[in-house]
């Protein structure tokens, strides 16, 4: 038996299995020619992140635009930075807003696929295995260097202005005997494993980035950490071979990672493996005093899913938000395909932004009042009553007290040619309805400047008196009409306009008084249809206690 593999034996006596039996248990997927298999791999260190969820929604899309696979992957191999319960936080979030998963976590709990654990820190034997054949082939070795020895090795080199790291002169350990590891090894000292670098600071690595282009950067030289002294992978190694056996195609992942290519594929090649293609995407920005900076998790509400789930914004809301910031043509597309699925739309990653977008919230209000004005009102209902369950308990009570007069209320200019965009979030609702419900009903039966307590009784007790709750929208506004002229408004605004002298007002001045006598606002959805809406009694009630109160403040 070789030395070498006598010391990957002494490493890992445990360990019975062979990369070749991984290969073989985990066999390349069979899909259609071109398909794209995708992950996600979060590590569970906090919630869900808007920017990790936008890395999801464009490995989702590249997955589905090629008939591919996109799977969850858990990265939990940090246990001091884990957070309980955070791996369900995210996947709750995916769920919540839209983004189905195929493989691997694909909810809280629930596990599907056959290239798993899913999870890396069930996977330690697989790490461990391949760990053994790259010692075995003395293409990783032992290191008994002491976090100390490490900490001197670091201050002498930024002392010296030296890059810091485990490379040439500074790499200690690579130069043991293997005689004297295997000595160490069963003297029991404490080693983590390290790859035995080919690389040369002097050369370089080029790779196409799908997003970002060519990218050239030095070779890798450093002796990175495979196996930390407990026996778990770090980061750069669990990547390689996770996304190897899991038959990963397109590592699609945030722009911070870059820098790790070089060492990713270094390690891809020493291990024998096919590299994946990698598109990094660039982080989402805020802008601040003038200067754009990264989204933050301390800084912005708005970069945790929680902050557009606890407002209400539809998934579909957020999802078309994401795709204009990851697309640009997605905009034009939407336009000319407006009752489309949103996953009809030809998302092309090469499209995707160099530099980091901009996050803007006033954006995203548009493209949900859009979102939201082609919902059926029965989803609308639907919606609204799963946020206010979570959020507004009060006011989920008060919309199922009766749901055929919750569901009128959301009928009104919906359904029609040209919807109204007037809702963002459903944290919106309760104001917007308030009118329709005594509980939440306030009105001050503020009057405009132009209109005076006097005329405002005279056009309500005018309008009283010819109140026909059967009345459609013409018929409707036909009555107002009818009532200008007596009263000294112009049913005409254009003759209003033409001799202003000759009237009190106009027709719009009678209905805006009719509003405010009905729902206490000067703009709302069509009227006549609230009217309808709101029943016989509760619009003479209203009308008559706005006539009360005109009269009495004369
Ligand atoms: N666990 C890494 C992270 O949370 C994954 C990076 C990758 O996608 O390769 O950022």
Not at 248 to 268: A, C, M, N, Y
Not at 349 to 373: E, P, Q
């Amino acid at each position: 038996m070789s030395v070498y593999l006598q010391l990957a034996q002494a490493m890992f006596p445990h360990i019975t299995k062979t990369p070749e039996d991984y290969e073989a248990q985990y066999p390349p997927r069979s899909l259609p020619d071109g398909a794209r298999v995708t992950r996600i791999a979060p590590s569970p260190t906090g919630y869900l992140h808007l920017g990790t969820f936008f890395t999801s929604m464009v490995n989702r899309l590249t997955a589905d635009a090629s008939q591919g696979v996109f799977f969850f992957r858990l990265e939990d191999t940090d246990k001091k930075r884990e957070v309980e319960g955070g791996a369900d936080d995210i996947l709750k979030g995916m769920k919540d807003f839209g983004l189905t998963i195929d493989e691997g976590f694909v909810a809280p709990g629930e596990i599907i696929g056959s290239y798993g654990p899913y999870q890396q820190s069930q996977r330690a034997e697989i790490y461990q295995a391949y760990v053994k054949l790259l010692v075995a082939e003395n293409k990783a070795y032992p290191c008994f260097c002491t976090e100390e020895e490490r900490q001197s090795a670091r201050d002498a080199q930024e002392a010296s202005k030296e890059r810091t790291g485990y490379y040439g002169k500074y790499a200690v350990c690579r130069n043991l005997s293997p005689d004297e590891a295997l000595q160490r090894i069963t003297a029991g000292e404490s080693y983590v494993v390290r790859l035995r670098s080919e690389g040369n600071e002097a050369n370089r690595v080029k790779f196409d980035d799908m997003i970002k282009g060519t990218i050239e950067m030095p070779e890798n030289d450093e002796d990175i950490v495979l196996l930390k002294s407990d026996g778990i992978p770090t980061y750069h190694f669990a990547h390689a071979v996770d996304d190897h056996l899991m038959r990963t195609t397109h590592v699609i992942r945030g722009d911070e990672w870059i820098s790790s290519v070089p060492k990713h594929l270094q390690l891809f090649k020493t291990l024998g493996f096919k590299p994946p293609k990698y598109a990094h995407v660039s982080p989402i920005m805020v802008e601040e005093n003038g200067n754009k900076r990264k989204l933050s998790k301390r800084k912005d509400p708005q970069a945790a899913m929680h902050f557009y789930a606890q407002q209400g914004y539809p998934a579909l809301s957020v999802l078309e938000y994401l795709l204009t910031i990851a697309n640009s043509d997605f905009e034009e597309w939407r336009r000319t395909n407006p009752t489309a699925p949103y996953n009809a739309f030809k998302f092309n990653l090469k499209k995707m932004s160099v530099s980091g977008a901009l996050f803007d919230l006033d954006k995203l209000n548009d493209v949900s009042k859009t979102v939201i004005a082609r919902m059926t009102a029965t989803e609308v209902a639907q919606q609204v009553l799963h946020w206010a369950d979570e959020y507004h308990p009060a006011f989920a009570a008060l919309l199922r007290r009766d749901t055929a007069y919750t569901e009128g209320i959301f009928s009104i200019d919906r359904g029609n040619a040209k919807p109204r965009k007037d809702i963002a979030r459903w944290s919106d609702v309760p104001d917007y309805v308030s009118y329709f419900f005594d509980e939440l009903y306030d009105n001050a039966l503020e009057l405009p400047d132009n209109i005076s307590p006097a005329d405002a009784a005279a056009i309500l007790r005018a309008y009283a008196a010819i109140y026909d709750p059967s009345e459609d929208k013409q018929a409707w506004f036909d009555s107002v009409k009818s009532i200008c002229a007596p009263l000294g408004f112009s049913p005409d605004v254009k003759e209003y306009k033409k001799n202003p002298d000759n009237f009190k007002g106009h027709v719009g001045d009678i209905s805006t008084v009719i509003r405010i006598a009905v729902t206490g606002r000067r703009m709302t959805p069509d009227l006549c249809s609230i009217m309808q809406q709101l029943g016989t009694d509760k619009v003479q009630e209203r009308l008559n206690t706005a006539i009360s109160v005109y009269e009495n403040n004369i």
